[in-house]
């Protein structure tokens, strides 16, 4: 089970909830090329005033992002930034975002921390 938190104003939020349930020190947010548009770099920010070690992987929006190819392609980017044990991986988008960064979390070094911010009541 997993806890939902829904209020006005979250994301500036989203540090403080992180650090206080994740044991991490780096953090990898992965989202798509239309969420990113949006998004995207007011997330960057915010993490940057918290002073969170932040990359970010952007794929392509679609159901075709969501294949072997594209998991491996996120490893092995994550393997590049010497992302370990340590690492978060939070999902920033829909369907096939939380699919994949869900997938790759669940089996990156056996497993790090994962967290979801949808951008769609569906994707909740």
């Given at each position: ?36 548009k949006?998004?995207g ?10 002073n ?18 594209v ?8 393997l ?27 089996t ?17």
């Amino acid at each position: 089970s997993y806890e939902v938190i829904i209020e006005a104003g979250l994301l500036s939020k989203i540090p403080d909830y992180i650090k206080k349930l994740a044991k991490a020190s780096r953090f990898v947010l992965i989202t798509d090329s239309n969420v990113s548009k949006f998004y995207g770099d007011a997330v960057v920010s915010i993490f940057k005033k918290a002073n969170l070690d932040l990359f970010v992987y952007t794929i392509e929006a679609g159901e075709l992002s969501k294949s072997r190819q594209v998991k491996s392609d996120i490893e092995d980017w994550m393997l590049s930034k010497n992302c370990g044990r340590d690492t978060c991986i939070i999902a920033l988008g829909g369907g096939v975002v939380g699919d994949l960064s869900g997938f790759v979390a669940a089996t990156y070094m056996r497993g790090i921390p994962f967290f979801q911010i949808p951008s769609t009541f569906l994707a909740m």
